[in-house]
């Protein structure tokens, strides 16, 4: 009987001395790790704990957005790192020169601040096994001391971080002129794609993304004004999904892309894109939605953007309910999504509609049967009643369709139209006559204004917008609550950037603007009358309020 038990004894002593090692190999090799506070708003300095690693791992920190590596900070046991208000610290990177130059046609010179801007803190932490593996990453965002600071107001936050040298060195980073004969930041492609951590709250100071990316530098002149527009990638090798899990802009909506949208050549008042776009919405064709936002580049103060959405097939089948691999999507020209048997099926419509003889009842059916035409006139009225030029109707357009007739609304197989970038030309002479140059450069929409459906059609949508959607009274409401909500915020981003900026040049760039929508409705009927004839305008029906 001893015996018997002495076996089980043994037996079990087996198992927990089994369970031991188990528990003392899990504890060496566990590699997560995380912070003792969340990342957020602080009124006052605290102490930061890193928690977690295993026994034999080692975890090893930065403060300056660089990757951590083993040759950086090694964070011992029960050590601590101080977190206060970091905007005293000297400017890492803010001061740097090579960031571009304000070459656009006049443009307000760019200076690098000669004073220590705005910072939050940003702690990068990474643990690595016996080999030098690396287990797990972390990264935390801390503004601490931001209470008061009104220049903050109504704003969403946002938090790039990335290793500095993706930014900012002379041959790989993105954000520099560099060495080449190309400066860096006009580079495009997957090849100038940089890996980062994102992280976004709204304007009540609540999280709301925390998540890997892949960054790029977006636009085109304005790539190289000192504050570039940046888009943002979801994919699976930096966070395991291709969605940003945030509803940001629409209510079960999660986009693929994000863009820090600096404002184009709009670059100090920041209004132009958000205020049309907005008024706008109910028209028949795509519209962006604005979300006023202030940047945090490796945790110095990056000036105001808005965080938008990207036209792609992600937000053409969100919005429109059709599918994503049967998008076809046209910008500026080039093919965006699609193959290119469907950029053939484009310009084979793009010359019908150009060259065939739109007066012709059966030409213009069968060109309705291409394009969606109120989606047509509604863009290219809208386009011409605010005075957009220099880069449209040229470049700087978009449509997109359904390669196959999918039997719903959006799913026909017509082309429809796209609204972006209208910072640039326009909304500056009430009297210019829009209409008249778009005949002279759009070969598409010169063709169908032969056919006199399509005029009566046009006046009477170019007219109602005037009316109703880009009337005198919704611009200058807009103006007037844009000039609450965002002049305190865009004076501290014109002092990081463009210190020459005054106050009374932010508050005239609005007047005009809203002097502009003032009289540009008498200013289209004119053109209207001139154009079109008084008298043919009265025998269909179309006048003047």
Not at 7 to 16: L, N, R, W
Not at 182 to 197: F, L, M, V
Not at 280 to 309: I, Q
């Amino acid at each position: 009987m001893k015996g018997r038990f002495r076996k089980v004894y043994d037996i079990a002593g087996i198992f927990f001395l089994l369970l031991v090692l188990t528990v003392i190999v899990w504890l060496s090799s566990d590699g997560h790790i995380s912070f003792s506070q969340d990342s957020g708003y602080y009124e006052n300095a605290f102490v930061l704990k890193i928690e977690g690693k295993g026994v034999r791992n080692k975890v090893y920190y930065t403060l300056d957005g660089s990757e951590p590596t083993q040759e950086d900070y090694l964070y011992e046991k029960d050590a601590s790192i101080l977190i206060g208000d970091a905007t005293n610290l000297e400017n890492r990177y803010a001061d740097r020169t090579d960031v571009g130059v304000a070459d656009l046609v006049n443009a307000t010179p760019y200076e690098a601040p000669n004073y220590n801007i705005d910072k939050c803190n940003v702690v990068r932490a990474s643990v690595f096994d016996e080999e030098g593996n690396c287990l797990d990453s972390i990264t935390g965002i801390y503004f601490v001391g931001f209470q008061g600071k009104s220049s903050y107001d109504g704003l969403y936050m946002a938090s790039i971080v990335t290793d500095p040298d993706n930014l900012f060195d002379s041959e790989t980073g993105i954000y520099v002129e560099g060495v080449g004969e190309i400066s860096n930041y006009k580079e495009r492609g997957a090849d100038w794609e940089r890996p980062a951590s994102l992280t976004i709250f709204d304007s009540e100071q609540r999280p709301v993304l925390a998540q890997g990316c892949g960054v790029r530098i977006k636009g085109g002149t304005s790539r190289r004004l000192a504050q570039k527009s940046i888009r943002c990638y979801a994919r699976d090798e930096y966070c395991g999904d291709n969605k940003f899990q945030a509803e940001l802009f629409h209510k079960g909506q999660l986009p693929h892309r994000i863009v820090f949208y600096a404002g184009g050549n709009d670059y100090f008042c920041k209004v132009k894109d958000p205020m049309i776009h907005e008024l706008t919405d109910s028209l028949d064709f795509a519209t962006m939605r604005f979300l006023p936002c202030a940047l945090f580049l490796n945790g110095e103060y990056w000036g105001v953007y808005y965080l938008s959405e990207e036209y792609d097939d992600d937000y053409i089948s969100d919005h429109y309910d059709v599918k994503k691999d049967d998008v076809v999507l046209i910008k500026a020209g080039f093919l965006k999504e699609g193959d290119d048997s469907d950029y053939d099926d484009y310009l084979a419509m793009q010359q019908f509609v150009a060259q065939e003889d739109m007066s012709i009842p059966g030409n213009y059916e069968a060109a309705c049967q291409m394009i969606d035409i109120d989606s047509f006139i509604d863009y290219f009225a809208t386009q011409i009643y605010i005075q957009r030029h220099v880069d449209w109707p040229s470049s700087n357009f978009a449509l997109w369709k359904t390669r196959e007739d999918e039997g719903s609304e959006f799913g026909d197989g017509r082309w429809r139209w796209m609204l972006y970038d209208v910072n640039s030309g326009g909304m500056g002479t009430s009297e210019y006559d829009s209409l008249l140059e778009v005949l002279y450069d759009d070969e598409m929409f010169s063709s169908l204004y032969q056919n006199e459906e399509f005029r009566r059609k046009f006046a009477e949508r170019i007219l109602y917008i005037g009316e109703e959607v880009l009337s005198s009274e919704n611009c200058g409401q807009f103006l007037e609550n844009y000039g609450e909500t965002m002049k305190i915020a865009l004076a501290e981003n014109n002092r990081r950037f463009y210190p020459a900026v005054q106050e009374a040049d932010f508050d005239g760039f609005l007047e005009g603007v809203g002097t502009f929508f003032e009289n540009r409705y008498d200013g289209v009927w004119n053109f209207l009358t001139e154009n079109m004839g008084e008298e043919w305008l009265r025998q269909n029906g179309i006048k003047k309020k």
